[in-house]
């Protein structure tokens, strides 16, 4: 005869919550913050500056990073260049703050108050073309 489940563990709180804790190392966290920057705006996770500060428990995310932009005489030959590459650096940046802090709380699990991007210098590469 075997004995029944009493429901304990249901009940018992312990039992059916979180089982400890992750940390994430602070390089770990700069390294995560830098691949998914260089994701966003197209760039070498390499070239990406990465601060991180605490903000009443909050993570606070600063990076500083090029970005890529389709050389001036692209921008001259074809109005429709611009919005093929992904709008204009400001809008593009926009959107990286929204990407990195949606991204970085998916994969560590942080919380992130707010992120600050930094445009260092124009990445300029020609335009791929279709043959």
Known sequence: MSAAPTGTAAAD?????????????????????AAV?????????????????DEKGLLVLTVSTPIRVVSLNRVQAGSD??????????????????????????????AVARVVVRLTAADIREEDRVR
């Open 81 to 110: 260049v611009v919005a093929r590459a992904g709008g204009s650096v400001v809008d593009r940046a926009a959107a990286a703050q929204e990407t990195i802090r949606d991204r970085v709380r998916a994969l560590t699990g942080s």
């Open 37 to 53: 920057t260089a994701d966003a705006l197209d760039v070498k996770a390499s070239r990406v500056g990465v601060d991180i500060a």
């Open 13 to 33: 709180p312990v039992a059916t919550g979180p089982r400890g804790r992750n940390r994430i190392a602070a390089k770990a966290l700069n390294r995560v913050v």
